[in-house]
């Protein structure tokens, strides 16, 4: 698929008040979404954990990240969201669009909105 933006809102939780919107590249290879350290600090949400990624070149980073609301295509979820460096640009991961039932259609190279959401029944283990 060619590159694919979209808006993206993310909102404090805690203050949904405290907004920052951005236009965000649709990463199909990245789990969680990434927004520039400056802007989430700015809306008050602060470093909860950090995780290790794996970046498109192979390498190894351990970043800090943080929970919120992610608003995009008039959905909203919570999500994992990683603090990316001042001048990266914001990520959509796919966790956030799986989660509220939005594919990508490679063939058309669009988002689609499945007609309901995914869920499947876990198997016992016992």
Not at 87 to 98: K, Q, R
Request: hydrophobic residues 40%.
């Amino acid at each position: 698929m060619g590159t694919k933006h979209v808006t993206v809102t993310i909102r404090n939780p805690a203050n949904p008040k405290k907004t920052w919107e951005g236009l965000f590249l649709v990463d199909t290879g990245a789990v969680d979404s990434l927004v520039p350290k400056d802007r989430l600090e700015a809306i008050g949400l602060k470093p909860k954990a950090k995780h290790i990624y794996e970046l498109a070149d192979g390498s190894e980073a351990k970043m800090d990240i943080t929970t919120g609301d992610i608003e995009f295509m008039g959905e909203i979820v919570g999500g994992t969201i990683i603090f990316g460096d001042a001048e990266s640009e914001p990520i959509l991961g796919v966790t956030a669009l799986e989660s509220v039932g939005i594919v990508v259609d490679p063939r058309n190279q669009t988002l689609k909105r499945m007609p309901a959401t995914r869920l499947k029944q876990a198997r016992r283990w016992w």
